[in-house]
């Protein structure tokens, strides 16, 4: 099944911002919008937010999302060692009926 | 508080079939659907399927078309996911997850290690 699309890697240095993209189409992240994990090697994921931007309580405020058309996106300010982890988007494709995940992206705090 | 809890480790043999078993607790187990999610060693997530427990529908990826059995025991709190015809390409660790908005889980469980090996 077709999944949503995430970059591999993004590597930014410590303080600064990163944004992680995701695109699908009109059926999932245009129509639902999308939700964001984190997952640290050896762990579950964990949700960050939900429907573009909705965050589950004790999640950081320094983590934002928002989508643009068939776009999501997350961005993470004021980055620390801990925000090094890989993260995915999820959402439901209507199409489908299926949940599609996006392949992950692996985030580098340098 | 909400957890979910997953059955020990696995090593199957190829034809055989796996159940992984995720207690919840911390919350009313009937009114959340169920997710199943897989991920290989060094790879992403996999989303298998999703089951509500009050009313028994359930939705599944195409490639587990006939392999993939999801149930509950809503007495105990309890999803169960049964793989079938167990191949190399199964070996993962399986979460359960409950569902909260579509396409988005916000409880998991700490994963199963499933091992497909002769």
């Known amino acids: 099944q077709a999944g949503l699309t995430q970059p591999p890697s993004v590597s930014k240095a410590l303080r600064q911002t990163a944004t992680l993209t995701c695109t699908g189409n009109?059926?999932?992240?245009?129509?639902?919008?999308a939700a964001w994990l984190q997952q640290h090697q050896g762990h579950p994921p964990k949700l960050l937010s939900y429907r573009n931007n909705n965050r589950p309580s004790g999640i950081s405020e320094r983590l934002s999302a928002s989508r643009s058309g068939n776009t999501a996106s997350l961005t993470i300010t004021g980055l620390q060692p801990e925000d090094e982890a890989d993260y995915y988007c999820s959402t439901w494709d209507s199409s489908l009926n299926a949940v599609v995940f996006g392949g992950g992206t692996k985030l580098t705090v340098l | 508080q909400v957890q979910l809890v997953q059955s020990g480790a696995e090593l199957k043999k190829p034809g055989a079939s796996v159940k992984v078993s995720c207690k919840a607790s911390g919350y009313t187990f009937s009114t959340s659907d169920v997710n199943w999610v897989r991920q290989a060693a060094g790879q992403g997530l996999e989303w298998m399927g999703w089951m509500n427990p009050t009313s028994g529908r359930t939705g599944h990826a195409q490639k587990f078309q006939g392999r993939l059995t999801m149930t509950t025991d809503t007495s105990i709190s309890t999803a169960y996911m049964e793989l079938s015809s167990l191949r190399s390409e199964d070996t993962a660790v399986y979460f359960c997850?409950?569902?909260?908005?579509?396409?988005?889980?916000?409880?998991w469980g700490q994963g199963t290690l499933v091992t497909v090996s002769s």
């Open positions: 997850a409950r569902g909260s908005s579509p396409g988005g889980c916000d409880v």
């Open positions: 009109s059926n999932n992240v245009g129509n639902q919008g």
